[in-house]
């Protein structure tokens, strides 16, 4: 029994060690239960649309390969669906029944009813010329003039009733000007006043004019596709002779469309839920999930819930594009623009994992050359991951979005043709499928430019911290700099510093020099709370802490510099990598100052109230950064003949001593990349202790009055 819980206890910490990748200290963020549970909710989504084929699709469909011999045990005639669909679809584009449409009757009947009111106003106008609807001929205004009431509203009546005559025959918007006319003129031919040859041209101008450009007819698609169907069956439906013995798919072969009929005739098509497959499929792609989630968080232990369910709910999307389009989606167009915005902001590992466990889950068998636009969209995908994790500007992303598909497009060319390629390497067999590669080519392009797009709003929603956006935070310019450098001048100088020792320590053990850079810049902004309370920005007069005389004041202003600093930086919506160099980089030291001060006037006093509230660093990079801004100091305010030795020596001093506090315990810093970084430091020094040339300054010419 001991030994079976000693193997379990050893177990358990193998299983911590990886987890934790590079140091068993090194701290794992913990996710909430809301955000844990909402991880399972995708992670159950993304398995369910995986295996939803085998949940409700047959086992069988036209273009898989036949599991099985199949022979026709009957005689039998059965309808050939792909040629009916077929005729269905020519018949379609020229076979439609039109009805009339009440509403468009309306709308033209309310035009005359118009035209017939502006006609009566002008009728009765005094003066000479007024516009009307149609242009008047001199017979036209004087039989307009002179009529009476009645014979007016008997004109009135006949345009009616030859309107509701050409509404019901139905009207066509694309009807010539002329036969327009003659059909009015036609249908005003029972006029009562034909004495005035004006009352017939009049009449025929305004209903043309009504009736020009207008159309009463719709389509209606339940009477056009029963004419369809009335004209299939007249010409006879389309279907397959199969008679007893015939042989109807070959195991290995693919399934023709004909094939798949007479076999779903015969009841050989399984179309019940298969529950072992599904269930299957479902565990598997539930268990890459977990996966993708434990290789995430093993390259990346203070991973947060919402960069995996960025990575899942990409996952997620391309599950449901396989889904929905079938056998025509592109693995080019799925795979590869999601790998790219993964390794912009969570790494190349993590999206190598993602673009591994989206092949592995693509429903389609990889089987030879055949199937190899998967295998190409795969290799497009891992070079875009191992570039994009490289990339330090947008324009150098817009590069790698053009040469992409170009290198995609060129592979698919020499993709062989279902033919094969012949033996004697003949190209011949590939010229006439390089046109109809070249538009997933291009689509590949479009997404991956939209991806581009994307990108910044994936950043702010959902923190991601991309090279690109590093550089723009290290941007100078920016606000919350700028005002650090104007209203705490001090501070401002020696971030530089600091920035310089932080750079240099990180690029001697390989560690994110653009992350520690730009953390190094936003480290003291809390300072701006309040600048003159801090020994760099005091120019001159009395120490404000002098004047306070408090020592645990004093201490509470400067623990209030991390919590300030922590306030800007949501304010300002720093990412978390960067807001976390703010308390990191102090961790819980003692101030040291004030507690001296605290003890001469109390010995009792205790020493946690004069520590900061932490955490320690928890990466190299924040470790780095107190190390950097512990020594900055102490090196600066060596004297002009120190010896490199003795600079290598207060480094030490300094760095052993945050070691002893316990301040590097969870920054997986080890023993020999802290060498590494003391040495850079005493580089850094040496540089800015360089000597210089004295220049004689000429006196100045004076002038006389």
């Known amino acids: 029994m001991p030994s079976i819980e000693l193997r379990s206890h050893r177990l358990t910490r193998l299983w911590r060690s990886w987890l934790r990748s590079e140091s068993p200290r090194r701290p794992v963020l913990r996710w909430n239960r809301l955000q844990t549970g909402a991880l399972l909710i995708l992670c159950g989504l993304v398995a369910l649309v995986s295996s939803w084929p085998w949940l409700v699709e047959p086992d069988l469909r036209p273009g898989l390969t036949a599991p099985f011999d199949a022979v026709a045990p009957k005689e039998a005639r059965v309808v050939d669906s792909e040629a009916l669909e077929q005729r269905r679809s020519s018949l379609g584009s020229s076979t439609f029944v039109q009805v009339l449409n009440p509403a468009d009757n309306q709308q033209i009947r309310m035009r005359l009813e118009r035209y017939l009111s502006e006609l009566e106003r002008v009728a009765n106008s005094e003066e000479a010329e007024r516009i009307g609807p149609v242009n008047l001929s001199a017979d036209e205004q004087q039989w307009l003039q002179q009529r009476n009431p009645e014979q007016g509203r008997q004109w009135d009546m006949a345009l009616r009733r030859a309107l509701a005559r050409m509404l019901s025959q139905g009207l066509v918007n694309n009807l010539a000007l ?110 890459g999930c977990g996966v993708l989630l434990l290789v995430m968080r093993r390259e990346r232990p203070c991973l947060e819930a919402p960069h995996g ?90 590069q790698l979005a053009v040469l992409l598909p170009i290198g995609a497009w060129l592979a698919e060319l020499l993709l062989p043709s279902q033919g094969g390629l012949s033996l004697t390497g003949s190209w011949m067999p590939l010229l006439p499928n390089a046109g109809d590669r070249a538009p997933e080519a291009l689509l590949l392009g479009l997404m991956m430019m939209m991806a581009i797009l994307v990108i910044p709003l994936l950043e702010s929603s959902f923190g991601l911290l991309t090279r690109a956006r590093l550089m723009e935070l290290a941007d100078q310019e920016r606000p919350l700099l700028r005002r650090l450098s104007s209203e705490a001048p001090g501070t401002f100088e020696h971030t530089l510093m600091i920035c310089g020792l932080a750079e240099e320590g990180a690029r001697a053990i390989g560690a994110d020099v653009d992350l520690i850079r730009t953390g190094s810049l936003y480290h003291d902004v809390g300072k701006l709370h309040a600048p003159d309370w801090f020994i760099e920005n005091q120019t001159s007069g009395e120490n404000p802490h002098t004047r306070l005389n408090d020592p645990l004041a004093s201490a509470g202003v400067l623990q209030a510099h991390v919590d300030e600093g922590l306030k800007l930086a949501r304010r300002h919506r720093l990412p978390r990598p960067i807001a976390d160099f703010i308390p990191e980089h102090q961790g819980t030291l003692r101030m040291g100052y004030f507690l001296h001060q605290a003890r001469e006037k109390d010995p009792s006093v205790a020493e946690t109230r004069f520590r900061y509230h932490g955490p320690t660093p928890r990466s190299k990079e924040t470790g780095i950064m107190m190390l950097a801004d512990g020594c900055e100091a102490a090196l600066r305010s060596l004297p002009p003949d120190t010896s490199e030795q003795e600079a290598r020596n207060t480094v030490k001093r300094i760095v052993e001593a945050r070691i002893s506090d316990g301040q590097l315990a969870q920054s997986s810093l080890s023993r020999a990349e802290l060498e590494l970084v003391m040495h850079s430091f005493v580089r850094v020094w040496r540089r800015m202790r360089h000597r210089r040339i004295p220049y004689p300054i000429p006196a100045k010419r004076r002038f006389s009055a």
Not at 373 to 384: E, K, P
């Open 178 to 287: 002329e036969q327009l006319q003659q059909a009015t003129a036609l249908q005003l031919q029972g006029l009562e006043d034909t004495k005035s040859p004006g009352a017939l041209s009049l009449g025929s101008k305004v209903l043309t004019t009504t009736l020009q450009g207008a159309s009463n007819l719709q389509t209606d698609p339940l009477r056009s596709q029963r004419l369809i169907e009335e004209l299939i069956t007249q010409q006879g439906i389309p279907t397959i002779e199969v008679s007893k013995g015939d042989v109807i798919t070959r195991k290995g072969e693919p399934i023709s469309s004909q094939a798949y009929d007479v076999l779903d005739f015969f009841g050989m098509v399984n179309r019940r839920p298969k529950l072992g497959l599904w269930i299957s499929h479902f565990t598997e792609a539930l268990a």
């Open 309 to 398: 369910l960025l990575a899942l709910g990409l996952l997620l999307l391309s599950q449901a594009c396989k889904l929905w389009f079938g056998a025509s989606v592109s693995p080019l167009a799925v795979i590869v623009p999601p790998t790219l915005l993964l390794a912009q902001g969570l790494g190349t590992t993590s999206a190598l994992a993602w673009m591994a466990m989206a092949s592995l889950l693509w429903p389609t068998p990889v089987t030879g050359l055949g199937e190899g636009r998967l295998l190409i969209a795969a290799a497009t995908a891992t070079v875009a991951a191992i570039q994009a994790g490289r990339l330090r500007s947008r324009a150098q992303l817009l």
